[in-house]
């Protein structure tokens, strides 16, 4: 990442926490320079790209001005309420429909729950899959020395990514796996068993429901806040209410509404976890993917019980397809590793080597920044364009990472009857009722903008927008 593109990814944060309002003047380019100790030309740069980007305007004869992108008096999405009950899940064949549709390269995937593939770093990936292939000559027995356990020096990358974010792990804790689903589906099987009650959010991401469904696991669904995540109040009434054996959740940007929890609320997690001896999957992946300066604190950070699980994978940052995740599981570790070599035994050894390559040798935090900071641009046109498409009586999330906005829409939009119609313009979208095991949400949608802003998604979201006015 460039040093102008540092100091405009600054700004937008600047923009989006606030700090600088619309209309607001941005500090003169010499003041700039001064203040943030940056060369003039540095500060010129950004200003000119943030201009190109619509983020800022310039005044002639007065300067550099932060553009009231959109309407801030957008509401933020009511938190969801209901009556806590279990729930059997039988996830709908819509879901399969809908992951079928994010194959057409010539739909627009608003739908997709991945970033767009172009914005990784696929050069610098090739090669470290073609150097640590290229390895292979040399040292064949590599292929299948570390088949049972994961990649040594992959894990050894990964614990130090740990270790430097100030999270503890235990000796051998980390377990290889194929993804976080799968990372996800063993922290479930080892916590379970057929017809136990799970809480888990309500909306949830929908992979998280097919796990359920397919382990024959009971949901109780607890509601979410866009601005402060789990009800954790709910959460515990419901421990006391039901004979809950497992929790899991997102604490950072959480698919599909982008809440997280504070550290304050992290706390209470872990005092309601220990009290109950409740193991808790977290599922970790898109923590890497904040906008802030600082990281988001981990769960697993503040767990001394082993109970957490904590669950990532690089699917969402760095290399979408390699199917490379793992699991850090406190206590039941040796359980998990185990439940994997009788299953799949290990995802596939180029994918290890390759990542393991590019960490080593490759710019992992060069590559994260930039990607954090094309994802808080496009955040911030996505925004503006709801703003200037959508009708005003709708509520709209505005998270601090990720990739997703989760809108809220008039209760007259039948948001799986919007997907049907945006398809047939070759847009895709995720409807709301994909994120539940009771059919709720059935005016919300998620909107995918993790992709750089064109003219195409603009016209799409104004497409879209001409769509839900029509159920009006
Ligand atoms: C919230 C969330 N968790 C887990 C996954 C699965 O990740 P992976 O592709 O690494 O298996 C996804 C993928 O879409 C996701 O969005």
């Known amino acids: ?14 923009i989006r926490n606030g700090t600088l309002k619309g209309s607001e003047k941005l500090p003169s380019i010499r003041h700039a320079s001064k203040r943030y100790g940056i060369s003039q030309a540095t500060v010129i740069e950004a200003y000119y790209l943030l201009e190109t980007q619509g983020i800022i305007y310039a005044k ?4 550099f001005y932060v553009k009231p992108t959109f309407n801030h008096t957008l509401k933020a999405p009511s938190p969801s309420e209901k009556y806590i009950h279990e729930t059997t899940v039988e996830v709908s064949d819509f879901i399969f429909s809908i992951l079928k549709v994010l194959k057409d390269p010539d739909t627009v995937q608003f739908g997709s729950a991945f970033p767009d593939p172009s914005l990784f770093p696929i050069a610098e990936l090739s090669q470290s899959m073609n150097k640590s292939l290229h390895a292979l000559l040399s040292q064949p027995y590599k292929l299948i020395s570390d088949v049972a356990t994961g990649n040594t020096e992959l894990i050894r990358q990964i614990e130090l990514r740990y270790i430097l974010s100030g999270i503890p792990l235990l000796p051998n804790e980390l377990v290889i796996t194929n993804g976080a689903m799968e990372a996800l589906s063993l ?3 080892i916590t379970t068993q057929p017809g136990d009650l799970v809480a888990i959010e309500s909306p949830v991401f929908y992979a998280i429901l097919q796990i359920l469904e397919r382990l024959q696991l009971k949901a109780v669904e607890i509601p979410l806040a866009a601005e402060h995540g789990m009800d954790l109040n709910a959460l515990e009434d419901s421990i006391e209410k039901f004979n809950i054996k497992a929790v899991v959740l997102m604490t950072s940007f959480q698919n599909p509404i982008g809440a997280s929890l504070s550290k304050e609320k992290q706390l209470q997690l872990i005092e309601i976890i220990e009290k109950h001896q409740l193991p808790t999957i977290v599922d970790d992946v898109h923590s890497e993917l904040y906008y802030s300066k600082n990281p988001p604190i981990s769960l697993k950070s503040l767990d001394r019980s082993g109970l957490v699980i904590h669950c990532n994978s690089f699917s969402k940052c760095l290399a979408p397809g390699f199917r490379i995740g793992w699991v850090a599981g406190g206590k039941f570790t040796d359980q998990i590793e185990r439940l994997k070599l009788m299953t799949t035994i290990s995802p596939s050894m180029p994918s290890q080597l390759a990542l393991s390559h590019y960490l080593q040798h490759k710019h992992y935090d060069r590559h994260l920044q930039r990607l954090r900071y094309v994802l808080a641009l496009s955040q911030r046109k996505m925004l503006a364009a709801v703003s200037k498409y959508f009708p005003d009586d709708i509520a709209v999330t505005e998270p601090e990472g990720g990739y997703f906005l989760w809108i809220e829409l008039n209760p007259k939009v039948n948001a799986l009857e919007l997907c049907q119609k945006a398809l047939e313009h070759k847009i895709s979208i995720a409807p709301g009722p994909i994120f539940s095991a ?9 909107l995918n903008y993790g992709m750089e802003w064109t003219l195409e998604l603009e016209e799409a979201m104004m497409k879209l927008g001409a769509i839900i006015k029509e159920f009006n």
């Not at 990442?1 to 600047?14: C, H, W």
């Not at 002639?60 to 300067?63: D, K, M, T, V």
């Not at 009771?438 to 998620?446: G, L, Q, V």
């Open 60 to 63: 002639e004869r007065s300067g």
């Open 1 to 14: 990442m460039k040093l102008y593109e540092k100091f405009a990814s600054e700004l937008i944060e600047l």
């Open 438 to 446: 009771s059919d709720e949400f059935k005016n919300c949608i998620r």
């Open 187 to 189: 922290s479930l099987q």
